[in-house]
């Protein structure tokens, strides 16, 4: 079977160079869509390939000096690393180069100098944190083309050409849409298409003496080395596509599915997807997943779960995507939650906490502190606690603009799928984004107001509170009743 194209739509030439058609190979610069399967990005670096009949080859680097650079992310992400290594190692005509930069600035030059051979580099469009400053910084500085692809989701960034205010209007758009999009899937192998491609060429030796590949120990997980944030420790779970196959499988074989609408809300009934870390570092494809429950003839079970990846999901992609300056800001609210919340910035608070305070969890309030410590240990919050969470702050900021900067901190430094579109989204929807005005109250103003108090009453969380809350602050609770079996 023939490559097929990449959608346009999904394809953005940077700076306007030309293809050097004497190039050695086609350069494919992965820093979002990290995987080997169903990846637009890496297909049209191999729609490239065959087109000029030259190799691949592949630079994942891991920068040490980005924003909240932790023992978290890094091993998540050396986790993915090691599984492309064994996928890359399988075909001839790729030549694989992970680089993990010892310290700060040492990987400066490195896609200079692998460009200067290429044809023409490749890739990934990803709206949020820095990565766009980053690809917009290379694009002036490279003279060969540089071309960025969109494997965010289902939906092309610019295919609406309009940001939406409510969830309603974009599942409106969608109904007319979406199916044409889902019949654009990306190849479920795009490395199959190399067949007949010229062998990969190896490094030159300048260029693996000034950036040597990563030791097998740091490639192995060892980040202790490293001068990174190690007060954030790794996750249980490993990063990586085969880790997300897995985690895929046992969703769709399961009831979880299928009870996602009734289960997800109550934290002890563990109904969550927890794909959500591994769609961040873009170690699986939304259309993998889709694929999955195709495959399973299990579509008709998982609208509500499918509500959550394709539309919650992508109108945050597309709302970072129209406002790249500030989506994670205060100042991207919609002006009516911005003008209550300024309305009611000097009600007075029923308690406020500074930041150390809160990334501790020792607030007078026991469900937000179980929900900040699992937070900290596992690098993810039961979703509908995160909204609880985010509205807790805003109750006890000292300004509305104060908690939303504090969140976006908490949020990035401790969450593995922080620094996201759908991350700044969740914040972003405490403080008024993607809703409706409210029956006006004191501090929220006609932002929808949350408690812990309605949290204990209406969901099943005593289990979640048991494990949770720390041994030194049991007996600083009232022994009140919480629903769900302990």
């Known amino acids: 079977m023939n490559l097929r194209p990449v959608p346009i739509l999904r394809i953005t030439d940077k700076n306007d160079a030309a293809v050097q058609k004497a190039g050695e190979y086609v350069l ?47 091993r998540f992400v050396l986790d993915g690393m090691r599984d492309n290594a064994e996928a890359f190692s399988r075909s001839p005509s790729v030549l694989y180069v992970p680089y993990v930069e010892p310290r700060a600035d040492d ?7 692998l460009a200067k051979r290429a044809c023409v580099v490749i890739t990934d469009e ?61 190849e479920e192998e795009p490395l199959a298409h190399l067949a007949g491609v010229p062998a990969a060429p190896r490094l030159p030796p300048d260029i693996r003496k000034r950036w040597p590949a990563p030791s097998a120990g740091v490639l192995g997980g060892d980040v202790s080395g490293l001068a990174i944030d190690h007060a954030v420790a790794p996750v249980a779970f490993a990063g990586g596509a085969r880790a997300a196959a897995t985690r895929v499988r046992e969703f769709v074989a399961g009831d979880d599915a299928a009870r996602y609408d009734e289960d997800r809300n109550h934290p002890d009934r563990g109904g969550s997807s927890g794909l959500s870390p591994w769609l961040h570092f873009g170690h699986i494809s939304t259309f993998d997943v889709i694929a999955a429950f195709e495959g399973a003839n299990r579509v008709s079970r998982a609208a509500a779960f499918f509500d959550q990846l394709v539309t919650w999901r992508e109108i945050g992609l597309i709302f970072s995507f129209h406002h790249p300056d500030d989506h994670a800001r205060y100042s991207s609210l919609p002006d009516w939650a911005r003008e209550t919340l300024e309305k009611h910035r000097k009600d007075p608070r029923p308690a406020r906490y500074d930041r150390a305070t809160l990334e501790k969890g020792e607030t007078a309030d026991r469900v937000w502190n179980a929900a900040q410590h699992e937070l900290r240990a596992t690098g993810v919050i039961h979703n509908r606690l995160r909204m609880v969470w985010g509205k807790k702050v805003l109750e006890w900021g000292a300004s509305p603009s104060t ?84």
């Open 403 to 486: 908690a939303f900067e504090t969140l976006v901190q908490l949020n990035d430094r401790w969450a593995i799928d922080g620094r996201d579109p759908n991350s700044y989204s969740g914040i972003g929807w405490c403080f008024g984004r993607f809703d409706r005005p409210w029956p006006e109250r004191p501090v929220f103003g006609k932002v929808r107001a949350m408690s812990s108090v309605r949290a204990e009453k209406n969901l099943e969380l005593a289990q979640y509170l048991d494990r949770w809350t720390p041994p030194i602050q049991r007996g600083l609770f009232p022994a009140t009743t919480v629903k769900g079996r302990r």
């Open 28 to 74: 494919y610069w992965m820093i979002a869509a990290r995987r080997t399967r169903r990846n637009f990005g890496l297909q049209r670096a191999i729609e490239w390939c065959v087109r000029l009949g030259r190799p691949l080859v592949v630079l994942e680097p891991l920068r040490i000096g980005y924003p909240y650079a932790s023992d978290r992310i890094h």
């Open 126 to 186: 990803f709206p949020s944190f820095f990565l766009p400053r980053m690809v917009d910084a290379a694009a002036n500085r490279l003279s060969v083309r540089l071309e960025t692809v969109d494997s965010n989701g289902v939906i092309p960034l610019r295919a609406p050409g309009r940001v939406f205010t409510f969830a309603h209007s974009f599942r409106a758009w969608q109904r007319k849409n979406l199916d044409m999009f889902l019949a654009s899937r990306p």
């Open 107 to 113: 990987g400066k030059g490195l896609l200079e100098a």
